[in-house]
Antibody, heavy 118, light 106 residues
């Protein structure tokens, strides 16, 4: 059974950094593109970043290039998202997602809530 | 960037009714379009991939179609458990979600 378990969220002050993790199990992690998707409270889904199987290629939504870093450790079956210079508008639930049919997000974690506030 | 315009933003329908939600892509995205359902407090779930293919375990009352750059999700014979928020996603060039459609029972 595919499992994706996010962690690392919490209350953070503006300007600080945060590292989110996603522990994957139930599939051959190194064979799949992985992604982060976020959802601000009461808002819609927003793709944040994706990373290819070996980690050599990363993709970010234009507005977040530079502050977000996605990376993975295939030996630990874990996906990460580093967020720097946190802003109030980064407040959201961050989901980890596993690629499915040709770029879809076939499996999702339960999400981890990041709240940026002083 | 590719924009996805989803409509309607909200929808109220009766049990057993046929419901249709649409997404308009700002440019050609081929069949790189998927649909998701999200229930309150839960993660999204994949319903349709490749514009028209049903994901594993999804009831056959859900279907997807495409006409040019317009994509539709149809629910035949609406059930109580179909309430929630529906999103389209293009994955032709990067990834862009539609704004969502909140579906409620009348």
């Amino acid at each position: 059974e595919v499992q994706l378990v996010e962690s690392g969220g919490g209350l953070v002050q503006p300007g600080r950094s945060l590292k989110l993790s996603c522990a994957a199990s139930g599939f051959t992690y190194s064979n799949y593109v992985m992604a982060w998707v976020r959802q601000a409270p009461t808002k819609g889904l927003e793709w944040v970043a994706s990373i290819t199987t070996g980690g050599g290629n990363t993709y970010y939504r234009d507005s977040e290039k530079g502050r977000f870093t996605i990376y993975r450790d295939n030996a630990k079956n874990t996906l990460y998202l580093q967020i720097d210079s946190l802003r109030s508008e980064d407040t959201a639930t961050y989901y980890c997602a596993k690629e499915g049919y040709g770029g879809t997000f076939a499996y999702w974690g339960q999400g981890t809530l990041v709240t940026v506030s002083s | 960037d590719i924009q996805m315009t989803q409509s309607p933003a909200s929808l109220s329908a009766s049990l057993e009714e046929i419901v249709t939600i649409t997404c308009q892509a700002s440019q050609d995205i081929g069949n790189y379009l998927s649909w998701y359902q999200q229930k309150p407090g839960k993660s999204p779930q994949l319903l349709i991939h490749s514009a028209t293919s049903l994901a594993d375990g999804v009831p056959s009352r859900f279907s997807g179609s495409r006409s040019g750059t317009q994509y539709s999700l149809k629910i035949n014979r609406l059930q109580v458990e179909d309430t929630g928020i529906y999103y389209c996603l293009q994955h032709y060039s990067a990834w862009t979600f539609g704004g969502g459609t909140k579906l409620e029972l009348k």
